[in-house]
């Protein structure tokens, strides 16, 4: 009796020892869980939301369609633009001078030509809207026709027609020229001694002669200011 009770004492004892080492070890181990699970769904990136903005471009004051042109659409008034070519991958539209783009959601939309033929005015194409719609129509950016200037090189004795000279243009009020043009290379006349090229916007324009024809010196002056309309057209002649 004595020998049963010594032996039983130490096997409850080791039992409840294991039994509260059990139920101390639990809760230890559940906050870690916790952290873990957390930590799982913080990887998960949220949705992000999308918008479907479509523009059209178009000249004035015929309304026709401008194909070809560079559109830079901007998501927010602070956004990074996203440079769409006409009819590219980027622009699910295949029409010319239509636009269909995927932008991220905002209230705040717009959209700037950075690019186009020569024949049309980009001064003021830009145009932004305000919406709140998952579906956001732009309507229409309208560009004007640039003014055209023809310039004529001519023999002052008898107004024969010299080619090969090469003139710059800028504006009148003295600024650096932006552009230069040379006889039969990369004006739009193919006729000798004539050239013919569009402006910028309807401004003073100053056209120069920097290279004279072969055999002839520049004339003086040098410089022409002319003014011309959009869509306008202005005739010049130097002589040699």
């Known amino acids: ?3 049963s009770l010594r032996f039983v004492a130490p096997a409850l004892t080791a039992l409840t020892a294991l039994a509260f080492a059990a139920c101390t070890d639990a809760p230890a181990t559940a906050p870690e869980q916790a952290v873990d699970m957390t930590a799982s769904l913080d990887r998960t990136p949220p949705t992000r939301q999308t918008v479907s903005v479509s523009l059209t471009v178009k000249e004035t004051p015929s309304g026709a369609l401008i194909g070809g042109t560079t559109v830079a659409f901007k998501s927010g008034a602070s956004g990074t633009p996203i440079n769409v070519v ?5 622009d699910a539209d295949k029409r010319s001078g239509y636009f269909t783009v995927t932008l991220s959601r905002s209230t705040v939309y717009q959209a700037t030509v950075i690019a186009a033929l020569s ?3 980009r001064l003021n194409a830009t145009k932004q809207v305000n ?3 998952s579906s956001v129509s732009m309507g229409t950016i309208f560009m004007p026709i640039n ?6 090189v001519r023999r002052a004795s008898n107004s024969v027609l010299l080619g090969g000279a090469t003139f710059t243009v800028g504006w009148a009020d003295g600024s ?3 552009m230069q043009r040379t006889d039969n290379v990369d004006d739009i006349s193919p006729s000798v001694g004539i050239l013919t090229f569009y402006g910028r916007s309807a401004k003073l324009h100053r056209i120069c002669e920097i290279t004279a ?8 002056p040098s410089c022409q200011d002319m003014f011309a309309y959009n869509g306008g057209i202005a005739n010049l002649t130097f002589k040699h």
């Open 1 to 3: 009796m004595t020998r």
């Open 131 to 133: 919406s709140s719609w």
């Open 147 to 152: 003014p055209l200037f023809i310039v004529y």
């Open 176 to 178: 650096a020229p932006w």
């Open 119 to 121: 024949k049309y005015d």
């Open 86 to 90: 006409d009819n590219s991958a980027d």
């Open 213 to 220: 024809p072969a055999g002839y010196a520049i004339p003086s």
